[in-house]
């Protein structure tokens, strides 16, 4: 099925920038094997991203015991498996080690702008691979 879809120009900017980024960021990775991302590509990941993240949430978020779930992050696990080290997380978002270890430790919360930060260095994972819900101890 073929959808065709209208956004504003701002967006179609930044969804390009994004997709430029990428590519970027492949290739100077290495990334030779990796297909050049699109715009189309990137537009479908979102949605699947957020059709996903529905899924794992509505349970959660239609129960009474909300206010005892914590959203986790498995930005640690994501950095090992890609082979990103810490500290060059840290040089490209500013973040301090130990602030950087509290946060992939589940020990400090996260701002939406660090969140952000980390995900775009980490190749922007899907959403629901990077945060869990966890029930309050």
């Not at 129960?63 to 994501?78: P, T």
Request: hydrophobic fraction near 40%; aromatic fraction near 8%; charged fraction near 35%.
């Amino acid at each position: 099925m073929k959808i065709e879809i209208e956004i504003k120009d701002e967006t179609y900017e930044k969804i390009k920038n994004m997709v430029d980024w990428i590519n970027l960021d492949n290739s100077f990775r290495g990334k030779s094997d990796t297909p050049e991302a699109k715009i189309e590509d990137f537009i479908k990941g979102a949605a699947i991203s957020k059709l996903l993240d529905l899924e794992t949430l509505s349970p959660l978020l239609n129960s009474r015991e909300v206010e005892s779930l914590e959203i986790k992050n498995r930005f640690k696990d994501i950095a090992k498996e890609k082979k990103i080290k810490q500290v060059d997380i840290c040089e490209k978002t500013g973040l301090k080690k130990a602030n950087l270890s509290l946060i992939f430790n589940n020990e400090k919360t996260l701002r939406a702008d660090t969140f952000f930060a980390i995900w775009l260095i980490l190749g922007c994972p899907p959403i629901h691979e990077c945060l869990y819900i966890k029930k309050a101890d």
